[in-house]
């Protein structure tokens, strides 16, 4: 599912390794701001003389990457350094100037970029869910189709829900529509995985994880019926659903 607006996502580097390279990245920057490369002249906020300052001292720092869209398809990388008493340095880079300096560093992982679309409808809708109508999952609002499951004979929609935990973390569970087609009913709003909600770097993995056997325990709550002639009836079944 495309959207012509760009998703937008934070990358938290105040780790001691993230200091560090953040304070290199001020003064790599302010030496070729000194030298008039990189076309710094034209970054907005940036300051060679304040950069040199906060290097050596830096406490936080955060990185907001404004992702493209149709009609500008490069992202922004929007950074906030802060050196403690020098106060913070905030600037605007191109993902050129970012690659230049950073290469790949703090990018997202792909299990984390496989679910940009999905928080994306979730930042869309505003209610902490894909669903279309903001609701409960069911069968008419399901953002996720069944061709994003790929590894089982049921037949499946759903959504992503987005809370925060008591430690201000964010969390995600899916919200499983499932037809089974021997019995020919839907099931709906069931919640996936079953021990409540995982990190933002588990999900994609948790949805290619979804087989015909997860999903038997996860309707039937074991699988003492789940046998090779079972297998056969639901492949058998899926061809012809309805």
């Given at each position: 599912v495309g959207m012509s607006q760009g998703g937008r996502y934070n990358i938290d580097t105040s780790d001691k390794?993230?200091?560090?390279?953040?304070?290199?990245?001020?003064l790599m920057m302010a030496q070729d701001a000194d030298r008039g490369n990189g076309g710094l002249d034209k970054v907005e906020g940036f300051s060679a003389e304040q950069a040199r300052k906060i290097a050596p001292k830096v406490t936080n720092a955060f990185i907001e990457v404004v992702e493209g869209t149709e009609f500008n398809p490069e992202p922004t990388y929007?950074?906030?350094?802060?050196?403690?008493?020098?106060?913070?340095?905030?600037?605007?880079?191109?993902?050129q100037q970012k690659l230049d300096y950073q290469g790949n560093q703090?990018?997202?992982s792909e299990n984390v970029s496989a679910i940009?679309?999905?928080q994306y409808q979730i930042m869309k809708t505003g209610t902490g869910t894909?669903?279309?109508d903001g609701g409960e999952t069911n069968l008419y609002n399901a953002y996720i189709d069944r061709s994003e499951f790929p590894n089982t004979h049921y037949g499946i929609s759903g959504n992503l829900e987005q809370v925060n935990d008591r430690r201000?973390?964010?969390?995600y569970q899916f919200r499983l529509n499932i037809y089974d087609p021997i019995e020919k009913i839907w099931h709906q709003n069931i919640g996936f995985p079953p021990e409540g909600y995982i990190s933002e770097e588990k999900v994609n993995s948790n949805k290619l994880a979804i087989t015909d056997e997860l999903l038997y325990q996860l309707l039937k709550g074991d699988l003492d019926?789940?046998?090779p002639q079972y297998q056969k009836e639901l492949e058998k079944a899926s061809k012809n659903p309805f």
């Open positions: 390794k993230g200091q560090i390279n953040m304070g290199n990245l001020l929007r950074y906030s350094i802060t050196g403690g008493e020098e106060g913070t340095i905030e600037f605007n880079l191109t993902q703090f990018e997202p940009r679309d999905y894909t669903a279309y201000g973390q964010t969390k019926g789940y046998t």
